[in-house]
C-alpha cells in the first residue's frame, strides 16, 4: 500500500473504533503519541462499535464538518483522530506538528489553574515555552476570565472552561485543529465573537479544520465538505449543501 496523498492532512480509511477493547490512554503517552500515524490493527470482536468502518479525508488548509443524531460516533471519531483513543480496525494518518482538540470534555488538568492549563494544553499542540509565553497575554485578554485565570479549572463553569479552550487554540492556532460542539457553548457575545475567530482561523489556506456541530447553519458558512455519521457508519461525505440538505431531510422530514 502507497503512503498518505501529499495534499491530505488528515486520512481516516475504514476506521472501526469499538468500546471497551479502545481506552483512553494516559496523558503523558497520549502527548508522545499523537503526532504519529496510528496503525493499530485488532479485531473489535463483539465489543460495541461506536464508530463502523468510516473513511474520509481532510486536505491541507481544509475545514470539513461532522453531522449525525446524538450517539452516532462524531466525539468517539474526532477523539481517534486527536489520539485520545486507539482503533480497532483501519488506520488514521495525521500529518501536522501542530494539532489541538478543542472539547469540552478532554484536555485541562481540573486542579490546576487556568494559567498553568494554557501551558499543558500549548505543550500538547506542540508549541515551546516561548512561543506560549509570546502568546499568554493574547490568550487571557481572549478568555475574558480575568482573575479566574489564576483560579483551578475545577472552580469553572461549562461557558468559562469552553472559554479558556477556545482562546488557547484560537490564538496558538496549531496546524490542525479538531473542534467538538464548542461554538456552541457561552454566552451569546463569546458565541458571536469565537464564529469570528474561527472564520478567521479556517481562513488560512495552511490550516485543516473538523468541526463537530449539531448546528447545520453554523456548518454551512464554515465547511466544505460534510460527513454524515449515522449509527457510527459513514451515511455521506460530500460537498456542504448536499449533505447537510438530506440531513436535514431525513431528521426533520
Ligand atoms: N466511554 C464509553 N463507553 C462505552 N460506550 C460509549 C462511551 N462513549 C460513548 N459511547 C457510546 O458510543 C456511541 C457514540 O458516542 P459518541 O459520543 O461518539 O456520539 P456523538 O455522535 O458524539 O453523540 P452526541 O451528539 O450526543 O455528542 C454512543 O452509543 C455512546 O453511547
Known amino acids: 500500500m502507497s503512503g498518505i496523498d501529499t495534499e491530505l492532512a488528515i486520512d481516516v480509511k475504514n476506521v472501526t473504533i469499538a468500546y471497551r477493547n479502545t481506552t483512553a490512554v494516559n496523558y503523558r503517552i497520549f502527548l508522545k503519541n499523537m503526532l504519529k500515524p496510528r496503525k493499530k490493527q485488532i479485531s473489535a470482536g463483539n465489543d460495541f462499535q461506536a464508530v463502523k468502518n468510516v473513511s474520509f479525508n481532510v486536505r491541507k488548509g481544509e475545514t470539513i464538518g461532522i453531522v449525525g443524531e446524538n450517539g452516532s ?87 468559562m472552561y469552553s472559554k479558556l479552550a477556545f482562546s488557547i487554540s484560537s490564538v496558538l492556532t496549531p496546524e490542525i485543529l479538531l473542534v467538538d460542539e464548542i461554538l456552541s457553548v457561552g454566552d451569546i457575545r463569546f458565541r458571536q465573537k469565537s464564529y469570528a475567530k474561527m472564520k478567521q482561523m479556517i481562513t488560512d489556506e495552511h490550516r485543516s479544520v473538523i468541526i463537530v456541530n449539531h448546528s447545520t447553519e453554523s456548518l454551512r458558512g464554515l465547511c466544505s465538505r460534510i460527513l454524515w455519521l449515522h449509527q457510527g457508519e459513514g451515511k455521506m461525505f460530500g460537498e456542504t449543501d448536499e449533505v447537510l440538505d438530506a440531513y436535514r431531510k431525513f431528521m426533520v422530514g
Open 73 to 159: 460516533g462524531k466525539s468517539t471519531l474526532l477523539g481517534a483522530v486527536a489520539g485520545v483513543y486507539g482503533v480497532d480496525k483501519g488506520r488514521i494518518t495525521v500529518r501536522s506538528d501542530h494539532c489541538s482538540l478543542l472539547s469540552l470534555g478532554t484536555g485541562f488538568q481540573s486542579r490546576l489553574s487556568g494559567y498553568q492549563n494554557i501551558f499543558l494544553s500549548g505543550y500538547a499542540m506542540g508549541f515551546s515555552k516561548e512561543e506560549i509565553l509570546a502568546s499568554l497575554d493574547e490568550i487571557i485578554e481572549f478568555s475574558e476570565l480575568g482573575d479566574f485565570i489564576q483560579k483551578p479549572v475545577k472552580t469553572y463553569s461549562s461557558g
